[in-house]
């Protein structure tokens, strides 16, 4: 017999091995290890529950998570629900249980009134939306198009341009402000605060005294890891290549099957104006910082239409894509034309 309950502290440990057991399906497949903790990362997220399966024995077999977040749509705040830690053990798939565990989350987003929804998946990987798709008490998600998840290559170089002062700065109101006043154009834009900020480390471009850019940089390899357990072909044989080269091109080593990608998060990015120079300027800055931690990649995720991209083109980097799926549980058009119309946010570091 299979039940669902909400999971607690005592199940981390099930919960723990049921995520490093389970590899994300796609073109470039991932495992996701959440030692020692699974629940501080989402505690970061924000307010969060976990919905469990478990067999008689109370073995957990499969998960659901969903936390609260607080996100700019249009300008104002509005609350979000992320949807994640969608698992269910290889043996027991095929039995309903991933349906069952959605069934247990829509009566949960019911029961508080929970209007907005959002998750991503990888590329490649549709099994989700049949879970989501063509239930009685909830619209169907919407598409919110494809973000593209940049991982530059740690490099030894050092970056400057003449001019411009690049230096470290604690967290400030001036740095707050600037932030979200960025990020309040975008949809689902993050509200950011002193507390996102903690334990990050935070670069400043001045030119002439003014502030031409801030960069935030999250080292979360201490909450979760990335275990590479597939990889295309082409993808696999260049790592190799770059590796037998790193030291003469000044580069970080790269990861291989079974091994963690070691990598820094570019958390939150402002560029005055979108300046080509300064956006380069703090990439290659991060990239030096990835180099001297001897990890391998800094990671931007950036949604399809924004135009950042396309000022990043040319930049050694790596690419794989995820799919955005919003949907208003309250089928409110407007908030929903909103996100779909505008450039969407996703904090990769906390995915």
């Not at 957990?60 to 977040?69: A, T």
């Not at 910082?289 to 396309?310: I, Q």
């Not at 690419?319 to 904090?347: A, R, Y």
């Amino acid at each position: 017999m299979i039940y669902y309950r909400f999971a607690s502290h005592e199940d981390n440990q099930q919960l723990l091995d049921l995520t490093s057991s389970a590899s994300m399906a796609g073109d470039m497949a991932l495992c996701i290890d959440r030692k020692p903790d699974f629940f501080r990362l989402l505690n970061l997220r924000g307010e969060s529950r976990v919905f469990v399966a478990a067999d008689e024995n109370n073995n957990i077999i499969g998960s659901l998570s969903v936390s609260l977040q607080q996100v700019y749509i249009g300008g104002r705040i509005y609350p979000v629900h992320y949807v994640g830690d969608f698992r269910v053990a290889v043996p027991y798939r095929g039995r309903g249980i991933g349906v069952q565990l959605c069934n247990q989350l829509t009566g949960y987003m019911l029961s508080v009134d929970a209007d907005l929804v959002f998750l991503t998946v990888a590329k490649g990987n549709s099994k989700p939306f049949s879970f989501f798709k063509g239930r009685p008490d909830i619209p169907d998600f919407r598409n919110l198009g494809t973000f593209l998840v940049h991982q530059f290559i740690g490099s030894s170089k050092n970056v400057s341009a003449p001019g411009y002062v690049i230096e470290k700065n604690p967290v400030s109101q001036e740095i707050l402000q600037i932030l979200n006043d960025h990020y309040r154009q975008y949809a689902l834009g993050s509200l950011v605060t002193g507390r996102k900020l903690e334990n990050t480390v935070i670069y400043q471009i001045r030119k002439n005294n003014e502030i031409m850019g801030i960069m935030s940089l999250a080292d979360t390899m201490d909450i979760k890891q990335n275990i590479v357990k597939k990889l295309p072909p082409h993808l696999k044989y260049l790592l190799q290549l770059l590796n037998c080269f790193s030291k003469l091109f000044g580069i970080s080593k790269m990861p291989g099957i079974n091994e963690p990608v070691t990598m820094i998060y570019i958390k939150y990015l402002w560029v005055k104006n979108n300046d080509k120079a300064v956006l380069r300027l703090l990439v290659g800055k991060a990239r030096r910082f990835v180099y001297e931690k001897a990890y391998s990649f800094a990671c931007l995720g950036l949604h399809e239409k924004d135009p950042l991209n396309r000022k990043l083109s040319g930049m050694r980097k790596l690419t794989f894509h995820s799919i955005g799926m919003f949907l208003s549980m309250k089928s409110n058009e407007k908030l929903m034309n909103q996100v779909l119309e505008g450039i969407p946010f996703e904090d990769y570091s906390l995915v």
